[in-house]
């Protein structure tokens, strides 16, 4: 399996495990030194802070997710994907889903193990 496949093949395990509301899933795909830049929000920095920021979300909410990941591009112990995130945040209350159009940047970083882990991320919202 070429770096490519294996690089999108970590995005659909990301996005099963969002769809499937697996925080723990989610959560075994990051870097310890993972930095997140939400929209409209402070830098999450390092795999502590990412956890405490998820945890809660995942409790507050189940999730639609549908990825296309339009570039993929491997260099060295480094890949990274641009593409997009469209969906919806499904309150467990039973309020009004809140759809979500994103534009997304990941890099990955290649683990001693061979595996690859998510490094940085960036998202922003493709709505006007």
Same mark, same amino acid.
């Not at 999108?8 to 075994?28: G, L, M, Q, R």
């Not at 507050?60 to 491997?74: A, G, H, M, P």
């Given at each position: 399996?070429?770096?490519?496949?294996?690089?999108?093949?970590?995005?659909?395990?990301?996005?099963?495990?969002?769809?499937?509301?697996?925080?723990?899933?989610?959560?075994?795909?990051?870097?310890?030194?993972?930095?997140?830049?939400?929209?409209?929000?402070?830098?999450?920095? /390092? %795999?502590?802070?990412?956890?405490?920021?998820? &945890?809660?979300?995942?409790?507050?909410?189940?999730?639609?997710? #549908? !990825?296309?990941?339009?570039?993929?591009?491997?260099?060295?112990?480094?890949?990274?994907?641009?593409?997009?995130?469209?969906?919806?945040?499904?309150?467990?209350?039973?309020?009004?889903?809140?759809?979500?159009?994103?534009?997304?940047? /990941? %890099?990955?970083?290649?683990?001693?193990?061979? &595996?690859?882990?998510?490094?940085?991320?960036?998202?922003?919202? #493709? !709505?006007?």
């Amino acid at each position: 399996m070429d770096k490519n496949e294996v690089i999108s093949n970590v995005s659909k395990a990301i996005v099963k495990a969002w769809n499937e509301c697996d925080y723990k899933a989610f959560i075994k795909h990051v870097d310890q030194d993972v930095i997140v830049l939400p929209q409209g929000a402070n830098s999450i920095v /390092g %795999i502590d802070a990412l956890k405490s920021f998820y &945890s809660d979300f995942f409790k507050t909410f189940t999730f639609e997710v #549908n !990825e296309t990941l339009d570039e993929i591009t491997v260099f060295g112990n480094y890949a990274y994907t641009v593409g997009t995130w469209v969906g919806s945040m499904n309150p467990v209350n039973g309020s009004i889903p809140i759809p979500f159009n994103n534009a997304a940047i /990941g %890099i990955y970083k290649q683990q001693p193990d061979g &595996s690859w882990l998510v490094y940085r991320n960036i998202y922003n919202s #493709n !709505e006007e």
